[in-house]
């Protein structure tokens, strides 16, 4: 039971603007350590348990669940993926920590950026 759509789009007239335009600038690139190997294992596991929830999510659509069941579910998923994050994020400020790094504020404005993105 497809349906086929189909869908017209009319080609825009270039609008003459009144004022310039201003392109946004980019910040440069920082450079982002690698993820370290210090104990991933547990991190692997999350994000691997929230790739069988992110299945049964696609299952339950499928089977025309109820929403608020399938909701919970995806609620599940981006829950185990934010504490993958933030297991990340912490494993390599203990990593840096323990060996000694002084932490610069460019770097603790990059990790609080990593942790707000994920709350």
Known sequence: MSATTSLTVEAAQPAQP???VVEPVE??????PAVASVDMTAVKNRVK???GQLGGVLRMLEESR??????VQLKAVSRALD?????IISADLRRQVA???TLQA?????LERWFLSLA
């Not at 460019?106 to 990059?110: A, F, K, N, Q, S």
């Open 49 to 51: 348990r929230a790739q």
């Open 83 to 87: 504490r993958a994050g933030f297991a």
């Open 18 to 20: 009144t004022e310039p």
């Open 27 to 32: 910040a440069a690139p920082v450079e982002a």
């Open 99 to 101: 060996e000694g790094e």
């Open 106 to 110: 460019e770097d603790l404005d990059r």
């Open 66 to 71: 109820d929403v608020s069941d399938v909701v």
